[in-house]
């Protein structure tokens, strides 16, 4: 027997569906990050400075160069799903909540291509 | 609708929260202080590739200075932190771990993982 209306449906309430997508996402960039995130921390401690020309040098070489692109593109990612919980879950007004989730959608692009075209200027 | 001893909801601001609540909102914290670190790292690398040496030399004085180097150490403990319990979440979610005991010992575990991390690396890194 049904004892709901499928008024929610018309007017669109309930869950965006796609709540498994961000969480499958957050714990699968997390799991990429964990070698990763070793792997920066022993690259910049093994350095012998962390001066521009010591840092350059070592970026101009192709596989640091994919490690810090893979591991900088997996942590804006992963922090871009972050911030999304943290402003849906503190900015209420929902005006203010959707030019937040529009601006950072966009922070995250910007910041994805500057680390891709910096990491092929170093290397090429 | 009489009774006067029903339970209520926790009042924050007399609330004794649990290791395991200070444990969440620090995870939240140095995430939130992680982004900021990642977009310091994102405009470090476009500095090195894209402008002068003084540019980037202007991100190593910073950092070489008392108050960038106590940045970064923060920024270390952050990301040990939510490092180590990142992978005590990931114990959560294929149900590990759950029982109060494991909780507790885990968060305390966590903790001092990332003090004694951050500690290693500051020490041989310097």
Same mark, same amino acid.
Request: include cysteine.
């Given at each position: 027997? !049904?004892? =709901?209306?499928?008024?929610?449906?018309?007017?669109?309430?309930?869950?965006?569906?796609?709540?498994?997508?961000?969480?499958?996402? !957050?714990? +699968?960039?997390?799991?990429?990050?964990?070698?990763?995130?070793?792997?920066?921390?022993?690259?910049?401690?093994?350095?012998?400075?962390?001066?521009?020309?010591?840092?350059? !040098?070592?970026? !101009?070489?192709?596989?640091?160069?994919?490690?810090?692109?893979?591991?900088?593109?997996?942590?804006?990612?992963?922090?871009?799903? #972050?911030?999304?919980?943290?402003?849906?879950?503190?900015?209420?007004?929902?005006?203010?909540?959707?030019?937040?989730?529009?601006?950072?959608?966009?922070?995250?692009?910007?910041?994805?291509?500057?680390?891709?075209? *910096?990491?092929?200027?170093?290397?090429? | 609708? *009489? *009774?006067?001893?029903?339970?209520?909801?926790?009042?924050?601001?007399?609330?004794?929260?649990?290791?395991?609540?200070? +444990?969440?909102?620090?995870? =939240?914290?140095? @995430?939130?202080?992680?982004?900021?670190?990642?977009?310091?790292?994102?405009?470090? +690398?476009?500095?090195?590739?894209?402008?002068?040496?003084?540019?980037?030399?202007?991100?190593?004085?910073?950092?070489?200075?008392?108050? #960038?180097?106590?940045?970064?150490?923060?920024?270390?403990?952050?990301?040990?932190?939510?490092?180590?319990?990142?992978? =005590?979440?990931?114990?959560?979610?294929? @149900?590990?771990?759950?029982?109060?005991?494991?909780?507790?010992? *885990? #968060?305390?575990?966590?903790?001092?993982?990332?003090?004694?991390?951050?500690?290693?690396?500051?020490?041989?890194?310097?």
């Amino acid at each position: 027997m !049904q004892y =709901r209306t499928e008024i929610k449906r018309v007017k669109g309430l309930g869950t965006a569906k796609h709540g498994f997508g961000h969480w499958w996402m !957050q714990r +699968l960039t997390a799991v990429l990050m964990l070698p990763l995130g070793l792997w920066f921390v022993f690259s910049l401690m093994s350095l012998p400075s962390l001066a521009p020309d010591a840092v350059i !040098q070592w970026l !101009q070489n192709s596989v640091p160069a994919l490690l810090m692109m893979l591991w900088v593109v997996t942590v804006v990612y992963h922090a871009t799903l #972050g911030l999304q919980v943290i402003i849906e879950d503190y900015v209420h007004d929902k005006k203010t909540a959707l030019t937040l989730l529009i601006l950072l959608k966009f922070a995250m692009v910007i910041m994805i291509a500057m680390v891709v075209f *910096s990491l092929f200027k170093l290397v090429l | 609708m *009489s *009774s006067s001893n029903r339970p209520t909801s926790p009042h924050l601001q007399v609330y004794k929260m649990p290791l395991s609540a200070k +444990l969440s909102i620090l995870h =939240r914290l140095t @995430g939130l202080a992680l982004s900021f670190a990642a977009v310091i790292l994102v405009f470090w +690398l476009f500095a090195l590739a894209y402008f002068s040496t003084t540019t980037s030399l202007a991100f190593y004085g910073f950092f070489s200075s008392v108050f #960038g180097k106590i940045l970064l150490i923060l920024f270390t403990f952050a990301f040990f932190y939510h490092f180590c319990n990142g992978i =005590r979440h990931l114990f959560w979610d294929i @149900g590990k771990g759950f029982d109060l005991e494991t909780v507790n010992k *885990s #968060g305390l575990f966590v903790v001092a993982a990332a003090v004694v991390l951050t500690a290693v690396v500051w020490i041989i890194g310097a």
